[in-house]
């Protein structure tokens, strides 16, 4: 009511809606997203710091860059 959204019953279990009639994401879809974004950047984070490491090797310090 306040927030606008709403639940329903289907045969799979409840469901919820964002005013706009967009279901929510369920707890395992969610969890799964946050698990390849931090995949993701945890693969980012490693991609820099293997450049600056090949930075290093040729003498330039990527803080300066």
């Given at each position: 009511p306040i927030l606008g959204i709403r639940f329903e019953m289907f045969e799979e279990g409840l469901e919820v809606?964002?005013?706009?009639?967009?279901?929510?994401?369920?707890p395992e879809t969610l969890f799964e997203e946050r698990n390849q974004a931090q995949q993701e950047r945890n693969q980012a984070q490693q991609e820099r710091?293997?450049?600056f490491a090949r930075l290093r090797e040729l003498g330039?310090?990527?803080t300066q860059l």
């Open positions: 809606f964002y005013p706009n009639g967009e279901r929510f994401k369920d710091d293997r450049a330039i310090d990527p």
